[in-house]
């Protein structure tokens, strides 16, 4: 049941990124002003792409029961978040109101790695505190 939640809350996140990615927000919000000026369109790319992993590793836990299993997992998704990440920079150079741009990938590609290393990371600490307890 609650990984039934989990990948309902994953599908509601792959549909907040694409509405993210894709409407057209030039009346409303520019991420390329302000304090840091483009920097902070980048800080979005890397806080709109680092939830992928983690939101992930709560809706496969199947698929990481090892060690090795864990890092498959972690590898296979910042393979997919790369690749919706690039497939969503080319998607947006086809519009009329958005570009592409390879540094937004190479931050969503930044929030992926960081995402992955907090898991790796934390599964790494679980692993060692439940042998400690045996």
């Known amino acids: 049941m609650r990984s039934r939640i989990v990948k309902a809350i994953l599908v509601l996140y792959i549909i907040g990124l694409c509405f993210c990615c894709f409407w057209d927000f030039r ?3 520019d991420f390329n002003t302000g304090w840091f000026g483009a920097m902070s369109d980048k800080a979005v790319h890397f806080l709109l792409f680092f939830p992928l ?4 590793y709560f809706a496969f836990p199947g ?20 690749a919706v990440g690039a497939a969503t920079e080319l998607v947006q150079g086809w519009t009329g109101y958005r570009s592409r741009d390879g540094f937004d990938l190479v931050a969503d590609c930044c929030g992926l790695a960081a995402s ?3 898991l790796q990371i934390f599964e790494m600490i679980k692993r060692k505190r439940r042998k400690a307890g045996k």
């Open 53 to 56: 992993p983690v939101i992930s």
């Open 27 to 29: 009346s409303s919000i």
């Open 116 to 118: 992955v290393i907090c």
């Open 63 to 82: 698929l990481r029961n090892t060690g090795a299993g864990m890092t498959r997992f972690c590898i296979a998704v910042f393979i997919i978040g790369a």
